[in-house]
């Protein structure tokens, strides 16, 4: 098993907190691409890609367009069965696509029949939760659909908060009972000033 992701979080006291993440297998995905456009932002044609919006890819192996190949992975802001949008991509400016190339993206981990659990406690071996978020309470919104986990707690939740900095870790729970530590980290609290 790997190692959970470390990442830190801030929370705004008295602010609807939301966090949005994406659990990537191992599994590299490659797609060809038959058309880019020269336009911002830039639309790619991969047929039956299977890229949910907000998954990370990346774009090698282009033909005539060479300054969209990149090492860097780039975030999918729109997409349906056969095209994807990266809106931080201006291609105005590039050379035209003449052909090849593939779309790279590491293949999303299906989250039917997981739920999820995550507390928040001041110290690590602190015996008290500050906050549990889980499945059952809607603290934690996991969606199939397009492969999002979603952190979320309420403006009165964060309003009650009184702490500098805590800890929390994220464990996700498969229909068979194996356990995945996906992620850990700090919470720092940002004091409220509107009150």
């Known amino acids: 098993m790997a190692s959970p992701i470390k990442l830190n979080l801030k929370v705004y006291q008295g602010s609807t907190f939301r966090e949005t993440l994406r659990w990537e297998s191992a599994l590299k995905v490659y797609v060809p691409i038959t058309n880019i456009t020269k336009t911002a932002p830039v639309v790619v044609v991969a ?30 802001t729109e997409a349906d069965a056969n095209t994807l949008t990266f809106n931080n991509i201006n291609a105005l400016s590039y050379d035209t696509y003449t052909g090849g190339g593939v779309l790279e ?21 602190d015996p008290v939760v500050i906050k549990e978020l889980t499945t059952a309470n809607g603290g934690v919104v996991i969606n199939n659909t397009v492969k999002t986990i979603e952190l979320y ?6 309003a009650a908060f009184s702490f500098q900095n805590a800890v929390y870790s994220l464990e996700l729970v498969s229909s068979g009972g194996e356990v995945t530590q996906l992620i850990a980290g700090t919470l720092t609290l940002v004091r409220e000033v509107t009150r």
Not at 153 to 158: G, H, K, M, P, R
Request: cysteine-free; glycine content about 10%.
């Open 47 to 76: 047929t039956s890609h299977g890229i949910p919006v907000g998954w990370r890819a990346k774009i090698t192996g282009a033909g005539g367009m060479k300054q969209i190949n990149s090492e860097e992975y780039r975030v999918v």
């Open 105 to 125: 993206y590491n293949q999303p981990v299906n989250l039917s029949g997981f739920t999820a659990r995550m507390q928040i406690r001041s110290k690590l071996d």
């Open 153 to 158: 707690l309420s403006a009165t939740d964060t």
